[in-house]
């Protein structure tokens, strides 16, 4: 199975700032990367798919790049609904895998 | 209004069966490959299997830790796709999400989510 290697694992943060987590694939996925925010108590949304697309309705300051096996998320400035955890996913092998997530926190 | 309904979660004992529901709406159902997504409580997302729609052959693809005891069906005619689960194990204790998936090239996304379904695997 391919790897999928998120990092940091957590990160503290306020509203406003730049934030970029990443994500790391064991092996080449070319731009097979999805990217979902998870709250507490709810379901994943899907925010970026094939590395840099938006999905619909997610606001302009989440921004995903890579590709290959190297991959990023930006928030390009915090808003205090941002908080949450982020996953990466690789959809390029059909045993499709997870990184292991990344918990924003308020700092 | 687009969504999934996951059903049928509980507690059962370890090596007994259990079949999950997901009933669609909002969207045609039969276009789509149709997921499951875990998560054991405290832990991160597992992708438990995928059934590809009709158009594809409706064939599945599963994660090694489930192969062979889960089964995913479809009823495109309903709108609801079923995860089947033999020969549970403590370590099946998860969340359930159904999910579809959003295809791009050969590839795609858990788009639309449900709110999950809990299952307790414990004598």
């Known amino acids: 199975d391919i790897q999928m290697t998120q990092s940091p694992s957590s990160l503290s943060a306020s509203v406003g700032d730049r934030v970029t987590i990443t994500c790391r694939a064991s092996q080449s996925i070319s731009s097979y990367l999805n990217w979902y925010q998870q709250k507490p108590g709810k379901a994943p949304k899907l925010l970026i798919y094939a590395a840099s697309s938006l999905q619909s309705g997610v606001p302009s300051r989440f921004s995903g790049s890579g590709s290959g096996t190297d991959f990023t998320l930006t928030i390009s400035s915090l808003q205090p609904e941002d908080f949450a955890t982020y996953y990466c996913q690789q959809s390029y092998s059909t045993s499709r895998t997870f990184g292991q997530g990344t918990k924003l926190e308020i700092k | 209004e687009v969504q999934l309904v996951e059903s049928g ?46 158009a594809y052959g409706g064939t599945t693809e599963y994660a090694a830790s489930v192969k062979g005891r889960f089964t995913i069906s479809r009823d495109d005619s309903k709108s609801i796709a079923y995860l089947q689960m033999n020969s549970l194990k403590t370590e099946d204790t998860a969340v359930y999400y159904c999910t579809n998936i959003y295809s791009y090239g050969w590839g795609g996304a858990f788009d639309i989510w449900g709110q999950g379904t809990m299952v307790t695997v414990s004598s």
């Open chain 2, 9 to 54: 979660g509980g507690l059962v004992q370890p090596g007994r069966s259990l079949r999950l529901s997901c009933t669609a709406s909002g969207f045609t159902f039969g276009d789509y490959a149709m997921s499951w997504v875990r998560q054991a409580p405290g832990k991160g997302l597992e992708w438990v299997g995928f059934i590809r729609s009709k």
